[in-house]
């Protein structure tokens, strides 16, 4: 079945790394993203990453997937007040098909 | 900017009344989603449409839902007999076929309200 699980808030300080986690249980995702929402605005894509690679490097962004026991995180370094949103783990089967996403995790980032 | 544009960006009504709200996504695109995300949610799969077939449509979705693509191009999504149970941000979203990395261009999203 499709369901994709994220924990629900994270706090971190400034300058500190952050690390946001989920779980997926469809083992055919072929592609999995990461998506930010900022209050008031729409869903962006800030990375992702195929399900034949294990790390993805985009800047302060770091991807990781862990296909065996189902796992993606992102990481990111040296993080800022900006950064502060909520982060949504995506999973898809098909290129361009309907992305199934995670009930997102709350960022705040504290000066 | 020509990103995905959704409209009304707000919309309060008395429930039993019918809604209409609309998407236009990027020019480009052929494919066309439909999203519902309410507080503390991520955004929950409605239907979508490749040109103006619609290709899937969510078991979860009442028969009050109907999403058209007449032309291929905007897309409407009408909810019938609305119920406090619809209040939800309704997320559109668009894509192109081929497109290496599969990612949707989301609008900023109606907000619907129902008293």
């Known amino acids: 079945g499709e369901d994709v699980e994220q924990s629900l808030f994270l706090s971190v300080r400034e300058g500190d790394s952050s690390v946001i986690n989920c779980t997926y249980t469809?083992?055919?995702?072929?592609?999995l993203y990461w998506y930010k929402q900022e209050p008031g605005a729409g869903l962006q894509l800030l990375t992702y990453?195929?399900?034949?690679?294990d790390m993805k490097q985009d800047q302060r962004l770091t991807v990781l997937l862990n296909k065996k026991d189902k796992h993606l995180s992102l990481r990111i370094a040296d993080t800022q007040t900006g950064d502060s949103a909520i982060y949504f783990c995506?999973?898809?089967?098909?290129?361009?098909?309907?992305?199934?996403f995670g009930q997102g995790t709350e960022l705040s980032v504290k000066p | 900017d020509t990103g995905v544009s959704q409209d009304p960006r707000h919309k309060i009504t008395k429930r039993g009344q019918n809604v209409t709200f609309r998407c236009d996504p990027i020019?480009?695109?052929?494919?066309l989603y439909w999203y519902r995300q309410t507080l503390g949610q991520g955004p929950e799969f409605l239907t979508y449409?490749?040109?103006?077939?619609?290709?899937?449509k969510s078991r979860l979705l009442s028969d009050r839902f109907s999403a058209e693509r007449p032309k291929g191009s905007f897309s409407t999504l009408e909810i019938q007999r609305t119920e406090q149970g619809d209040s939800a941000m309704y997320l559109c979203?668009?894509?192109?076929?081929?497109?290496?990395?599969?990612?949707?261009?989301f609008g900023e999203g109606s907000r619907l309200t129902v008293l």
């Open positions: 979203a668009s894509s192109l076929v081929g497109r290496i990395t599969g990612e949707l261009f």
């Open positions: 469809d083992s055919s995702s072929t592609y």
């Open positions: 990453i195929f399900s034949n690679m």
């Open positions: 995506a999973e898809s089967y098909n290129q361009g098909g309907k992305l199934i």
């Open positions: 020019s480009e695109h052929n494919r």
């Open positions: 449409f490749q040109n103006e077939a619609q290709l899937e």
